[in-house]
C-alpha cells in the first residue's frame, strides 16, 4: 500500500452556508496501481487530488502515505515529502516560457543537492526516454501542445517520484495527442513502477485506469476502501 484515504472531509464555508467538497472518503492505493478518478464536474475530484498531499487542508480525517500519515504534519514536512515523492501533471502544462524545455525539465532538480552538470544529465536522460531529446533547446512556444505537455511529464519525473498525481493531463488536447500521452503514463506506470491517480472526465483516459475511483457530490460511489 502507498497511499490511503481514511474518512476524509473538506467543507468550503460560502455566504450561503457549507460546501461537503469531500463526504466521508476513503480508499485505497497500492503500489504500481494507476489509479483513475471521475465524476461529474463539481463533484469534489480537484479537491481530493489538491488535499492528498496538503496543497488544501482536510476538514478531518487521515491521509497515510508510505506507513505515515500525512495530514497532520507540518507545511515544511509536507513541502519535503511532495519534493522528493510526488510529481504533479497539470491540464494546463504550466511551463515557464522564458525557459528552454531542458530547463523547465531541471527546475525540480534545482531544490536537490546535485552539480549543474548532474541536473543538465539526468534532464537530457528524461527527455531522451520521452522523445524530446531534438528539443532541448526550444521554449515552450516553439513547441505543439502534445510536445508541451510530453515536457511537463519529463518535469514531473525527472526527480524519480513514487507517485505522480495528474489533473486532467488530456483536458486540452486532441484525440490523437491525448492517447500519445495515455500511452507515455502507462508506460511510466508500468517500467518505473510509479503509482499514478489521475483525474479525468475522459472515458478513454479513464480506461486507463486498474483502480477506478468515481466521484458523486462529494462521495466514492465506486471505489475501495
Ligand atoms: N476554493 C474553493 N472555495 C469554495 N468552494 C470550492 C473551492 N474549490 C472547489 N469548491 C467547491 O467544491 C466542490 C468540488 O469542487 P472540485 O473539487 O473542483 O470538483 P471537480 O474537480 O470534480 O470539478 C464544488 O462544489 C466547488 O464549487
Ligand atoms: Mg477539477
Redesign the pocket.
Known amino acids: 500500500m502507498i497511499l490511503q484515504g481514511e474518512n476524509i472531509v473538506k467543507q ?1 464555508q ?1 455566504d450561503r452556508g457549507i ?1 461537503n ?1 469531500l463526504d466521508h472518503v476513503s480508499f485505497t492505493v497500492n503500489n504500481g496501481d494507476f489509479v483513475t478518478v471521475t ?1 461529474p ?7 481530493l487530488l489538491l488535499s492528498l498531499f496538503g496543497l488544501i487542508r482536510l476538514t478531518s480525517g487521515n491521509i497515510i502515505f508510505e506507513g505515515h500519515r500525512i495530514d497532520n504534519i507540518s507545511d515544511r514536512k509536507l513541502t519535503d515529502i511532495r519534493k522528493k515523492s510526488v510529481g504533479y501533471i497539470l491540464q494546463s502544462f504550466a511551463l515557464i516560457p522564458y525557459l528552454t524545455t531542458l530547463q523547465n525539465v531541471m527546475v525540480p532538480l534545482m531544490l536537490e543537492k546535485i552539480s549543474g552538470k548532474e541536473q543538465v544529465k539526468r534532464a537530457a536522460e528524461i527527455l531522451d526516454y520521452i522523445g524530446l531529446s531534438d528539443r532541448m533547446e526550444h521554449l515552450p512556444r516553439e513547441l505543439s501542445a502534445g510536445q508541451q505537455q510530453r515536457v511537463a511529464i519529463a518535469r514531473s519525473i525527472v526527480h524519480k517520484p513514487r507517485l505522480i498525481m495528474a489533473d486532467e493531463p488530456t483536458g486540452n488536447l486532441d484525440p490523437a495527442l491525448s492517447l500519445e500521452i495515455l500511452e507515455f503514463l502507462k508506460k511510466i506506470n508500468q517500467e518505473n513502477k510509479i503509482t499514478i491517480i489521475m483525474v479525468t472526465h475522459s472515458p478513454v483516459a479513464a480506461g486507463y485506469g486498474t483502480m477506478k475511483l468515481h ?1 458523486n457530490e462529494g462521495k466514492i460511489v465506486i471505489g475501495n476502501s
Open positions: 468550503y460560502h460546501i467538497a465524476g464536474s463539481g463533484s469534489g475530484k480537484s479537491t466521484l
